[in-house]
């Protein structure tokens, strides 16, 4: 059974950083295309970040371009989003999804085929 299990939200002060983890398990990500999103209360789900898995080319949502980076551990099967100079407008849960197969980066909902539950970010003072 495939799962992606996200951690690292929490509440965080505006200015601050965190780092997000991925944890797949049930199969190997290494060739797979990976992405993060996050939906805030009353928005659509929205694209952040996105890998690819042969090249390690990225690819951000104008939003984020510039304060958050998408990595990724092949040996773990592990996928990171490192948030900095978080805003109160980056609150919302973040999750991660994995492609079956691919190559290049993917920049919508229906692109993926796995998800994660979901980590809380709330940035506040």
């Known amino acids: 059974q495939v799962q992606l299990v996200e951690s690292g939200g929490r509440l965080v002060q505006p200015g601050g950083s965190l780092r997000l983890s991925c944890a797949a398990s049930g199969r190997t990500f290494s060739r797979s295309p990976m992405g993060w999103f996050r939906q805030a209360p009353g928005k659509e789900r929205e694209f952040v970040a996105g890998?690819?898995?042969?090249?390690?080319?990225?690819y951000y949502a104008d939003s984020v371009k510039g304060r958050f980076t998408i990595s990724r551990d092949n040996a773990k099967n592990t996928v990171y989003l490192q948030m900095n100079s978080l805003k109160p407008e980056d609150t919302a849960v973040y999750s991660c999804?994995?492609?079956?197969?691919?190559?290049?980066?993917?920049?919508?909902?229906?692109?993926?085929?796995?998800w994660g539950q979901g980590t809380q970010v709330t940035v506040s003072s």
């Open positions: 890998i690819d898995w042969s090249t390690d080319i990225t």
């Open positions: 999804a994995a492609r079956r197969i691919g190559s290049g980066v993917y920049y919508h909902t229906w692109d993926y085929d796995y």
